[in-house]
């Protein structure tokens, strides 16, 4: 289990996996993510997904996991 408020440790060492809530429920799986921002003072944290260029923001409670291990708040 990793405690949210330590995500930002694990964040830095590079890619990674992530599975967060949505704004409308459903549960979304990413298997590969780099982090491009962290917003240590907001509420968010921004993700580029490798595959499609895509980049997310993400509000960080909505994490309910970190490479295949829960999260916790």
Not at 54 to 61: A, F, G, K, P
């Amino acid at each position: 289990m990793i405690l949210l408020s330590n995500l930002h440790k694990f964040v830095e060492k590079g890619s990674f996996s992530i599975a967060f809530v949505a704004e409308k429920g459903e549960i979304v799986a990413v298997k590969e993510a780099i982090c491009s921002s962290f917003h240590s003072k907001g509420r968010t944290m921004n993700i580029k997904i490798p595959i499609s260029n895509q980049v997310r923001t993400i509000r960080r409670c909505t994490i309910i996991a970190f490479n295949d291990q829960e999260v916790a708040l």
